[in-house]
């Protein structure tokens, strides 16, 4: 076995217990029989989803991000409510942020946004044959709606304009799965 897989957690204590994300401290033992303390965070998971219209244009919600101090152009996204799947999270968050309701939810890709130090696991979703629905925002939640072509917004990933990791990665998967046929 190599060294790597040799490394085990002996604790986690609980730190913080936030809204979204708890803080732990892991104390972990080496092969070489040293002890270190990691942080850790855990996240109960999240679902996104990449909504686009008739025209090839897709729905994107700008708001401000704290982690960054600036408004950030990204997919509709958020956290899972308790009991409820990825999936359900995904159509609902549509709605409740853009206000649309999909015919046609299908996944485009799965993953973990920073194992080193967290668990939330997020999955991606395209959104077709968009309906009408109604957009509801939390009491805290302000953000303005855009349509973008998916040119334009793969140019805003590769000028730096759009830094999200699950946005990237939600336009990319849609481009390669959906327009170059992979």
């Known amino acids: 076995m190599s060294e790597e897989n040799q490394i085990k957690r002996i604790s986690r204590e609980l730190k913080h217990k936030g809204k979204i994300l708890d803080f732990y401290e892991d104390t972990m033992q080496f092969p070489n029989g040293l002890t270190s303390t990691w942080d850790f965070l855990h996240h109960n998971g999240a679902?996104?989803?990449?909504?686009?219209?008739?025209?090839?244009?897709?729905?994107m919600v700008s708001q401000y991000r704290p982690g960054?101090?600036?408004?950030?152009?990204?997919?509709?996204?958020?956290?899972?409510?308790?009991?409820?799947?990825?999936?359900?999270?995904?159509?609902?968050?549509l709605e409740e942020e853009i206000g649309y309701r999909s015919n046609k939810l299908e996944l485009l890709l799965k993953f973990y946004s920073a194992f080193a130090y967290c668990d939330e696991y997020i999955e991606i979703y395209a959104a077709t044959d968009l309906v009408p629905g109604k957009q509801h925002l939390d009491e805290d939640e302000f953000l303005a709606v855009r349509t973008y072509s998916l040119d334009e917004l793969v140019g805003k990933i590769l000028s730096g304009e759009i830094s999200d990791a699950k946005t990237i990665a939600g336009i990319l998967a849609y481009k390669e799965k959906y327009v170059n046929g992979h």
């Open 68 to 93: 960054v101090d600036r408004v950030s152009l990204e997919i509709p996204a958020g956290c899972i409510n308790a009991g409820e799947d990825r999936k359900t999270a995904a159509a609902r968050e």
């Open 47 to 59: 679902a996104a989803v990449v909504p686009v219209d008739t025209e090839g244009n897709i729905y």
